[in-house]
């Protein structure tokens, strides 16, 4: 007999048999996507944007070149240098064959003092002019490393007026994200020309509340769709993840990297 007011009515039921399977605890989160890398491409020095070689979108190898600053004043500054550094070079040669006049007068001096025929006051002449050309070749050769600095500095801010993409490790080509100037424009040091992106390898970045942060682990798969492409899946890899809870939100960022060979 069933329970009281129901009469007994029959209740259909499907019976299956009992197995074992996995069960998939599946977590949907929203997220952006970004490059795996970005960074902007400057210049190191100040000056006048005479050429730019590249445009939104173009791809680009390790260490292209990117643009060219004017560098007439660069290479004015170049031969300074090199004019001074072989006046300093001259000016170093002479001294050092003074000093070999001096040296030769002071060893005749010892010699003829050991003999009785130099008096004290000539050697100590002799030595004095010894030690004086001594300093002035000493001096000299300072002038000369100067120089030579110099001219290694004048050729660094012209080497600087070409302007190349160099990055270490990924890949080794990459695209052109974003322009900043045009031609003509005055640069500052360190003004963005262009950015750089790196995207064989795409970046989707979510925020995992507390709730979910110790069910995610590195490893995991994650499969990633977009409005942009609806219908079409990709699958990614969880690679980081953040080890504190932001006070404000108690959320934890977490990365998935994407191959994006296309």
């Known amino acids: 007999g069933g329970p009281p007011g129901r009469g007994g009515v029959a209740v259909a039921v499907e019976i299956a048999e009992v197995k074992q399977q996995p069960i998939q605890d599946v977590g949907d989160f929203t997220g952006s996507l970004s490059p795996k890398s970005q960074f902007m491409v400057a210049p190191k020095v100040a000056g006048q944007l005479d050429q730019l070689l590249v445009n939104v979108g173009d791809r680009v190898k390790r260490d292209q070149l990117i643009a060219k600053l004017d560098d007439e004043v660069a290479q004015q500054e170049v031969a300074k240098a090199q004019a001074d550094l072989d006046m300093a070079k001259a000016s170093l040669a002479q001294s050092q064959s003074a000093l070999d006049v001096a040296k030769r007068e002071l060893d005749r001096a010892q010699a003829l003092f050991q003999k009785e025929i130099q008096s004290q006051s000539g050697l100590d002449t002799a030595k004095a002019k010894y030690a004086a050309a001594m300093a002035q070749t000493k001096v000299a050769q300072a002038t000369l490393n100067n120089r030579q600095s110099s001219l290694e500095t004048a050729r660094s801010r012209l080497a600087y007026c070409e302007i190349r993409a160099d990055w270490e490790g990924g890949s080794d080509l990459r695209v052109v994200g974003e ?80 191959p994006n060979p296309e």
């Open 179 to 258: 322009r900043f100037v045009d031609a003509g424009s005055i640069l500052q040091a360190n003004a963005p020309i262009v950015s750089i992106l790196e995207l064989n390898t795409i970046v989707c970045v979510i925020q995992v509340i507390e709730r979910d942060y110790f069910r995610i682990k590195q490893g995991q798969t994650a499969t990633i769709d977009t409005d942009a492409l609806p219908g079409k899946t990709f699958t990614g890899q969880i690679v980081r993840i953040a080890p504190l809870l932001k006070e404000n939100s108690r959320q934890a960022r977490v990365e998935i990297e994407i």
